[in-house]
């Protein structure tokens, strides 16, 4: 698995708390120019999605005041007395849509510092409860503290939402928070199957090979390369202060996890061996969602590892 150690200037959302991820990597597929990657269509074959049910993941959001009781793995709305909060539970599906969400701080004000991550003060994130239609946004926030996350169109089921961010005051200053609400999409909802682990993935022509057998709780070697026609790549561009983004959701309960790659910058010369230290408390399969920059288009790419 991927996870890599950062520092606490890098937001570790990491897919259980307290422990450290350590990683470099790369990733392929859908194209976007942006810096947000909002996909309804990246499903599970890395083709547009059809709908999708909603899978083992519990909603406390069904439950009044118990959507703080999951205390990790994201998947807690509340730590440490800040608090996600959002009056939206539904968004309508088949169209775009805005959600609006606040990050209060244990004096229960919205809170409006925040430090810049990987050039960013918020990551915002969303997928279905299949692991399905994957979107990674970079909301804008108003002056009283409301961010509004601009989604593309979701397809029928149970989403969850994360925020990624780190204050910059307050008694929370320079610690990384993960917190999500589930929000659900109304319409017919049909699940699609988790497709079984794989080495490798093939997006837009590149090949992303990766070497490692990774362990839950315990640290392993692993390398990621990326190709393009059989060609080794090495023209990877800076997306986010780092070659490859990644973002892992544990499949049956969607925990969240952010990754990094190790590998250093060296302008636009990234690739094509990137070297990860994979460190994963959870056994399973987990769904990655690969991101990176070549030509100033912005590729992602699905693929599904196992830990064991």
Known sequence: MFFSSRPTTHRRALAAAG???????????????????????MDHGGESSAASSPRATASTDDMPGMEHMATDKGLSDAQDGYRLTSSQRSLAAGKQADYRFTVTGPDGKPVTGF?????????????RS?????????PAMAAD????????????????????F???????????FVL?????APGRATETPLPAAAGSTRV??????????????????????????????????????????????HEGDAAFAHLHPTTKLNGNHGGPDLSFHAELPTAGNWR??????????LHTAALTLRVG
């Open 180 to 184: 999500s609400r589930s929000v659900t």
């Open 19 to 41: 422990t450290a991820v350590a990683l470099a990597l790369t990733a392929v597929a859908c194209g976007s120019s942006d810096d947000s990657t909002s996909m309804p269509g």
């Open 288 to 297: 990655l969602f690969l991101q990176f920059r070549t030509g100033g288009t």
């Open 130 to 138: 299949d692991l399905t239609g994957f979107q990674h946004i970079h």
């Open 166 to 176: 780190t204050p910059n005051s307050g008694a929370g200053k320079g610690k990384d």
């Open 115 to 127: 430090a810049v991550d990987q050039t960013k003060r918020m990551h915002f994130y969303a997928i």
């Open 204 to 249: 837009d022509g590149y090949t992303v090979t990766v070497k490692g057998e990774p362990m839950a709780g315990m640290a392993h070697p692993l390398t990621v390369s990326v190709a393009k026609d059989g060609d080794p790549v090495t023209d990877l561009q800076p997306y986010l202060d780092t070659y490859a983004h990644l973002t892992a959701f």
């Open 145 to 164: 503290g409301t961010w509004t996350a601009g989604l593309a169109a979701l397809t029928p089921g149970e989403w969850r939402m994360f925020a990624s």
